[in-house]
């Protein structure tokens, strides 16, 4: 039998956050769950699901973690 199904084989590790999540330690740790690795490893988060209640809020802790983040040589601090 041939039955109509739909295959999710193309993404990598996505962080779905639901209501009860503590959004401050996600985007907390967002630096090193995201950015490790230019993003090139197999744990990484490239895709974020989250409910509508808790968009706003995620995306602004996100936003805020992700522009903390020091770009340059990570040897220059030695």
Do not use: W
């Amino acid at each position: 039998r041939f039955i109509p199904t739909v295959l999710e084989l193309g993404g990598k590790s996505a962080a779905v956050i639901l209501d009860d999540v503590d959004v401050s330690t996600f985007a907390k740790n967002l630096p090193y769950l995201g950015f490790t690795f230019t993003g090139q490893n197999c744990f990484i988060h490239s895709r974020v699901i989250v409910t509508k209640n808790r968009y706003q809020e995620l995306l602004d802790a996100m936003v805020e973690s992700a522009q903390s983040i020091i770009v340059g040589d990570p040897f220059s601090n030695m």
